[in-house]
């Protein structure tokens, strides 16, 4: 009796191998028989149409949007661009230190706290930090999340997934009504970290945990 599960493994691993190999045998000169399956159909499958017809359209409703992030227990600030530094202040204690990526603009910086900007900051130094800023590329009012995608007003990765405190500076300009609106602004091989809220996750019992993942306090500054 032939053993389904190796042989279904077995077939998969040639199939990889013969797509893999240039010089290995035609896809249609490939056997199956050898493996045990004579009956397998090796053909590929006929293209399958994925409908693409998603909503785009939606107003970018800032309500909703400091909804949605109120929801997902993040604290938002409204507040004019001249205003950054002020609000700024009043999330850290004086003395704070904070990491922030190059490009980031100086004037949302107070003078209260100490700025470090990454310019190839190890992660024991940025995890040590009493927080991190950073700008974003895009926040989506349905999902309430902010997406950054590591241009240089948002920096690494890395910045904005080791302190326990994050404070992210939305422009109105790039808020969105949904996904589909997100991602037409968005460059796929771009490095993008999507954030909804602190981080969070439940046990079996639903017992909410945070800053397991990344920052325990998330702080969105709208800009109006």
């Known amino acids: 009796m032939v053993d389904a599960a190796v042989t279904a493994r077995e077939t998969i691993l040639a199939r990889l191998r013969a797509a893999l190999d240039p010089t290995a045998p035609d896809r249609a000169a490939f056997d199956p028989a050898a493996l045990g399956r004579a009956a397998l159909d090796t053909a590929a499958p006929a293209p399958v149409e994925v409908p693409r017809d998603y909503r785009r359209d939606g107003p970018a409703d800032l309500d909703r949007l400091v909804d949605r992030l109120t929801d997902y227990r993040a604290h938002v600030h409204q507040v004019a ?3 950054v530094a002020d609000t700024i202040a009043a999330i850290l204690p004086a003395g ?5 990526p190059p490009g980031l ?10 700025a470090r900007p990454d310019d190839g900051l190890d992660n024991t130094e940025i995890a040590a930090a009493d927080g991190v800023i950073t700008a974003a590329a895009v926040a989506i009012a349905d999902t309430g999340t902010v997406v950054l995608d590591g241009s ?5 990765r890395v910045l904005s997934l080791l302190p326990d405190l994050h404070i992210c500076v939305v422009r109105t300009g790039q808020v969105v009504a949904n996904v589909p609106q997100a991602l037409t602004r968005l ?7 999507w954030i909804s809220g602190p981080s969070a996750t439940s046990d079996i019992e639903l017992n909410r945990v945070e800053g397991v993942h990344g920052p325990r306090t998330l702080h969105v500054i709208l800009l109006s």
């Open 81 to 83: 661009e001249p205003d």
């Open 96 to 100: 704070a230190s904070v990491v922030v």
């Open 105 to 114: 603009p100086p004037a949302w910086l107070p003078a209260t706290v100490t």
């Open 152 to 156: 240089p007003d948002q920096g690494r």
């Open 187 to 193: 460059t796929p091989h771009r490095p993008l970290t």
